[in-house]
């Protein structure tokens, strides 16, 4: 293995139920639809998610096996966590979850990824190939998870970079100022951040999504990203202020959307030699035309993943093949 990326939250399996079909099993969950998207555009992905020793865990091993992702993690003794997601007639989700998100230390899974470092035969000093490691959603809000993955990032950010995304769900977390504090502390460790309007209206709502994102970048991160659904996306970084059309398809539903999104935007960076802490400086200073590429090709992956039902992210030959048609 390369220099790899990683993502560290929630793998859980969604049974969708829909007006019209019977309800359907698959594995999900915002990080690890992260990962399959990384691992589809032709990038080594290391994953560290928990399961358990179940029927539903074995699914979750059986797919990251397919996608040739690396578990960090073996199986443990509690119930892999499930959710229920309903969908309404224009394609959108709303869920239902059944969690267990307890981690060991952050100082074991740090223990971990050394490992694999190792393993890797590391040519320079003791960074390991660790490029970029990815976290949010439930993975960064629930606890007691949630503060682990506060340590491993605390931790990784000497080697690599970090990208968040909150992915706020009002049921598990229904305090908003709890969440608003706690996204902020991860919004804070992050170079890249993504979050779709929901989240920001949903968190900020009494203010423009644009002051948020300027509060955002403030904070620290060298780039923030927010998908608009059917009216695209925009990005803002220190050269400035950009916005990306949608791309027009027919839905068949929006599942994993912005985690397309999200798997496109760091791949496309990586393409541009931004990520890893040894640029974090470059990254800092991204270009106007950087960002504009960036928020296309993510843009193109998000409109391929909603043309097919559920949670499937393009691989880097359609994903190129769109881009150039």
């Known amino acids: 293995m390369s220099a790899y990326l990683a993502v560290i939250g929630e793998c859980l399996v969604d049974v969708v139920h829909s007006e019209t079909s019977a309800p359907k099993a698959h594995v999900g969950g915002s990080p690890f639809n992260v990962a399959v998207g990384l691992a589809r555009l032709e990038h080594d992905v290391v994953f560290a998610g928990r399961r358990g020793d179940d029927d539903y865990g074995r699914m979750i091993a059986r797919s990251l096996r397919a996608q040739g992702i690396t578990a960090l993690l073996d199986a443990d003794a509690s119930p892999t966590s499930v959710a229920r997601a309903t969908?309404?007639?224009?394609?959108?989700?709303?869920?239902?979850?059944?969690?267990?998100?307890?981690?060991?230390?952050?100082?074991?899974?740090?223990?971990?990824?050394?490992?694999?470092?190792r393993e890797n035969k590391p040519t320079v000093g003791d960074a390991g190939p660790l490029e970029h490691l990815h976290t949010g959603s439930i993975g960064a809000m629930l606890q007691p998870g949630a503060e682990t993955v506060k340590g491993v990032l605390d931790r990784a950010r000497k080697v690599a970079t970090i990208s968040y995304d909150p992915n706020y769900r009002p049921t598990l977390v229904p305090n908003r100022e709890e969440a608003r504090r706690q996204a902020e502390e991860f919004i804070a460790r992050a170079d890249v951040i993504q979050a779709s309007t929901d989240d920001l209206d949903l968190l900020y709502p009494e203010r423009s999504h644009r002051e948020t994102m300027e509060a955002w970048l403030q904070m620290g991160p060298a780039l923030v990203t927010v998908t608009r659904g059917p009216s695209g996306a925009m990005g803002l970084t220190r050269a400035g202020f950009a916005e990306q059309e949608a791309f027009s398809i027919e839905v068949a539903d929006t599942v994993g959307a912005g985690d397309s999104f999200m798997a496109a935007t760091l791949s496309t960076l990586r393409r541009m030699n931004l990520l890893g802490a040894s640029r974090r400086a470059t990254l800092r200073e991204i270009s106007a035309d950087q960002l504009a590429t960036v928020l296309r090709t993510a843009a193109r992956a998000a409109a391929i993943n909603s043309s097919r039902f559920g949670a499937q992210p393009p691989t880097a030959e359609e994903l190129t093949q769109a881009l150039e048609s």
């Open 87 to 117: 969908l309404d007639p224009t394609g959108q989700a709303s869920y239902e979850f059944t969690l267990d998100w307890t981690l060991p230390s952050a100082a074991e899974l740090e223990q971990k990824f050394c490992a694999l470092a």
